[in-house]
Nanobody, 114 residues
Framework: QVQLVESGGGLVQPGGSLRLSCAAS????????MGWYRQAPGKQRELVAA???????NYADSVKGRFTISRDNAKNTVYLQMNSLKPEDTAVYSC????????WGQGTQVTVSS
């Protein structure tokens, strides 16, 4: 089994920054694709950013140039640096790990508001 624990969410003003972390533990024997989804109230869940085991990244068009996904393989941790945050970035952000099935974190709330 794999467990994912997220941290770093909170309330931030428009234009501000936050850094989310997602630490994986459990049956981790290799480097797996990981990423972040988000879901705002009344909206469908959307993929925000993903990073492959080789370090290739992919972003939603709405966050390109503002968000950066990275990973520390020694710590089994993936990060999402979010800059120039907008009110429309408000959502619950959940990390995932892809290893034969999708494992999910518990989600962390990000609220962008003045």
């Amino acid at each position: 089994q794999v467990q994912l624990v997220e941290s770093g969410g909170g309330l931030v003003q428009p234009g501000g920054s936050l850094r989310l972390s997602c630490a994986a533990s459990g049956s981790i024997f290799s480097i797996y694709p990981m990423g972040w989804y988000r879901q705002a109230p009344g909206k469908q869940r959307e993929l925000v950013a993903a990073i492959t085991s080789a370090g290739r990244t992919n972003y939603a068009d709405s966050v390109k140039g503002r968000f950066t996904i990275s990973r520390d393989n020694a710590k089994n941790t993936v990060y999402l640096q979010m800059n120039s945050l907008k009110p429309e970035d408000t959502a619950v952000y959940s990390c995932y790990l892809d290893h034969f099935r999708i494992y999910w974190g518990q989600g962390t709330q990000v609220t962008v508001s003045s």
